[in-house]
C-alpha cells in the first residue's frame, strides 16, 4: 500500500489538490468493455449499467434514498391480493430520442422484446403471463407466480424497465451500437470509438430538460484502477468506481469517496449435477469446498477494512438475511479433507472456474480462493474470458462448471430469478425446497412471514453448497469535490449519473 500511495500522490503523501467538478462535462472511468449497448443484452450493475441509464429512462426510478419515484410512469401499484397484477400509468407527452410517442404498446412490445431477446433478464419476463395495453397510457401486467419486487425489477436497478423505442425495436441489430431510450442523454456515435470512448449529448426530446445536468458525457474504459485513479488526478475522469487498494490514496488526494457494503463475492457451482465434473454433483464435496476457505484470512488480504468474512449469500439489510445464518462453515480443512474422502475423492478433483473482471479484482479471489482449495486436493482451473461476450458464452456453455462473481445483491425475488431461474442455473437443476420456499416467499404480503421463509430458503441454499460465499464487500466509488448524488448507500447500490448534480459552488469557479 505504502508504494500504492507514493506513486499516487507524488511520494510526499499529501497527494494533488482535488479540482472542483466541471458543470458542462462528466467524465466517467469504467473498467471492462461492454459488450453491447442493448440494455435486453447489456447486463445490470455497475459499470455495464452507467452507459444505459444514461440513455434509457427508466419506468420507475430507483431514487439514492431508497425509495422510488417517476420515470416513464408516474402512477403504479398492485391490483388486489397475492402480487399477482401490477398496473401502471404512463406520462403524457414523452418522445423517445428518435421523436417516437411513448405509448402503452411500445411499453408492452419493449418489455416483450426483453424476453425474446435471449439476454440476462429474459426470465422475468418469461414469469409475465400477460402484458396489457389498457388504454393509450395504461399497463397492465399479470405474472404467473406472485412477484412483491416489480418496482426494483422496473427501475434502472434491474434493467428491464429500461423502455426501447418503437422504432429501435424495429432494427434490434443496431441496438447493440447505437441508443433509442427516452433518456437524458443519446449516444454521439461520431464522438464513440467501440471499447474506448462512449459518448452522450443531452436528448432534445427529454421531457423535463431543465434537469439535465451536462452539455456533454463521457464514458472512458481504462481497465487497471491504478490509471483511473491517475486520470482522476490529471482532470481525465472526475467520477470512478473504486477498488480498496485505490480508496486511501484517492481521498488523500482530496477526492470523495462512498463506500458501502454491496456484494457477496462466492464461487458458484453451475454444474449441479455433476454432468461434467461428477465431485460438483455430490453434497459432500460441495460442502467441502466452503469448509476449506479461510475466509477471515481471504477477506483481510483482499479488501482490508472494505470486505467483512462471510459464509452467507446476502447482506444484511435485505431480506433474506439472518445473523443465526453465519458460522454455517468454519474454517476446517480436517473436516473438509473427511468430507471428500467420504465422497469418494480423497485425493482431490478438478474443474473448471470462470473468472472475468467485470468488476475489478474478480480473478484476484479467484486465485485466493484456489489457493485455498488446492490445500485439500482440490484444483481450480482458472478460465479467464477475453471480454463480456465471452463471459456470457462460456457462462452458457454445455460444459459451464463454476463461476466466481461479485454478486451486487437485490431483494432475494430478483436473486432467485437469477441463481435459480436465469443465468446463475444454466443446468437448470432445480430444488423442491427451494422452488416451494421462492415461491411462497413471493407471495406473502406481511414482510415478516415472507424474511422467514426467506430465510429459510438460505439455509436450504447453505445445506446444498450450491455456493461457496466468503466475503461481503463494499461498493467503492470516487468522484471529484462539487459532484453531487455519486454516493453509494442502502440498496442504492450503482449512483445513477443520470442523477448526478453540481454544487453551486463548484458551478461558480
Not at 435486453?40 to 440513455?55: E, F, H, K, M, R
Not at 404498446?105 to 389498457?134: C, D, H, Q
Not at 437524458?184 to 421531457?207: I, K, M, S
Not at 412471514?449 to 460465499?469: G, I, K, N
Request: glycine share 10%; proline share 6%.
Amino acid at each position: 500500500m505504502a508504494s500504492l500511495l507514493a506513486a499516487c500522490t507524488g511520494g510526499d503523501g499529501a497527494g494533488s489538490p482535488a479540482t472542483q467538478q466541471n458543470p458542462d462535462v462528466l467524465n466517467i472511468a469504467i473498467g471492462t468493455t461492454p459488450d453491447t449497448l442493448d440494455p435486453a443484452l447489456n447486463g445490470n450493475g455497475d459499470p455495464l449499467q452507467i452507459v444505459t441509464s444514461l440513455a434509457y429512462e427508466p419506468l420507475i426510478n430507483l431514487l439514492p434514498d431508497g425509495s422510488y419515484g417517476p420515470g416513464l410512469a408516474t402512477d403504479w401499484g398492485y391490483v388486489g391480493e397475492g402480487n399477482t397484477v401490477f398496473e401502471m400509468q404512463l406520462r403524457e407527452g414523452v418522445k423517445f430520442s428518435d421523436g417516437s410517442d411513448l405509448t402503452a404498446e411500445g411499453v408492452k412490445a419493449s418489455l416483450e422484446y426483453f424476453g425474446s431477446a435471449g439476454g440476462p433478464f429474459a426470465s422475468r419476463v418469461e414469469n409475465m403471463a400477460s402484458i396489457e395495453a389498457t388504454g393509450p397510457l395504461s399497463v397492465r401486467i399479470t405474472l404467473n407466480d406472485p412477484t412483491p419486487t416489480m418496482e426494483y425489477m422496473l427501475s434502472q436497478r434491474s434493467m428491464t424497465g429500461s423502455i426501447v423505442s418503437p422504432e429501435g425495436l424495429q432494427d434490434v441489430a443496431a441496438l447493440g451500437t447505437s441508443t433509442a431510450g427516452a433518456g437524458q442523454y443519446v449516444l454521439d456515435r461520431a464522438e464513440t470509438v467501440t471499447g474506448q470512448v462512449y459518448t452522450f449529448v443531452p436528448n432534445e426530446h427529454y421531457f423535463a430538460p431543465e434537469v439535465v445536468q451536462f452539455d456533454k458525457v463521457v464514458v472512458k474504459v481504462i481497465a487497471d484502477p491504478n490509471a483511473q485513479l491517475q486520470a482522476l488526478q490529471s482532470g481525465e475522469v472526475d467520477y470512478m468506481l473504486g477498488t480498496p487498494n485505490v480508496a486511501e490514496a484517492a481521498e488523500r488526494s482530496g477526492f470523495n469517496v462512498s463506500a458501502s457494503p454491496s456484494s457477496v463475492n462466492m464461487a458458484m457451482v453451475l454444474d449441479r449435477e455433476g454432468k461434467v465434473v461428477p465431485a460438483l454433483g455430490d453434497e459432500r464435496v460441495r460442502q467441502a469446498m466452503n469448509y476449506a476457505v479461510d475466509r477471515e484470512a481471504v477477506t483481510e488480504a483482499l479488501y482490508g477494512e472494505h470486505g467483512r468474512a462471510s459464509d452467507v449469500a446476502s447482506l444484511p439489510g435485505f431480506d433474506s438475511y439472518a445473523e443465526s445464518l453465519e458460522g454455517a462453515y468454519p474454517y476446517d480443512p480436517e473436516k473438509a479433507s473427511e468430507l471428500l474422502a467420504e465422497a469418494g475423492f480423497a485425493d482431490g478433483f478438478s474443474f473448471d472456474l470462470i473468472a472475468f473482471n467485470l468488476q475489478l479484482g474478480v480473478t484476484d479471489a479467484a486465485q485466493a480462493l484456489a489457493s485455498e482449495w488446492a490445500k485439500v486436493g482440490i484444483r481450480a482451473n482458472i478460465v479467464t474470458p477475453v471480454d463480456f461476450a465471452d463471459f456470457r458464452t462460456r457462462m452458457e456453455a454445455p460444459d459451464a462448471q463454476a463461476v466466481l462473481m461479485f454478486y451486487g445483491l437485490n431483494p432475494m425475488q430478483i436473486n432467485g430469478e437469477d441463481w435459480f431461474l436465469g443465468w446463475g442455473n444454466p443446468h437448470r437443476v432445480f430444488d423442491p425446497t427451494i422452488d416451494e420456499l421462492f415461491v411462497k416467499g413471493a407471495g406473502e404480503p406481511d414482510p415478516a412471514v415472507r424474511q422467514a421463509d426467506y430465510v429459510a430458503l438460505q439455509e436450504r441454499l447453505s445445506e446444498l453448497a450450491w455456493f461457496t460465499p466468503f466475503a461481503h464487500m463494499d461498493k467503492i466509488v470516487i468522484s471529484r469535490p462539487g459532484l453531487e448524488g455519486a454516493e453509494v448507500a442502502g440498496t442504492y447500490l450503482d449512483p445513477n449519473p443520470a442523477l448526478f448534480t453540481v454544487s453551486t459552488e463548484s458551478a461558480e469557479e
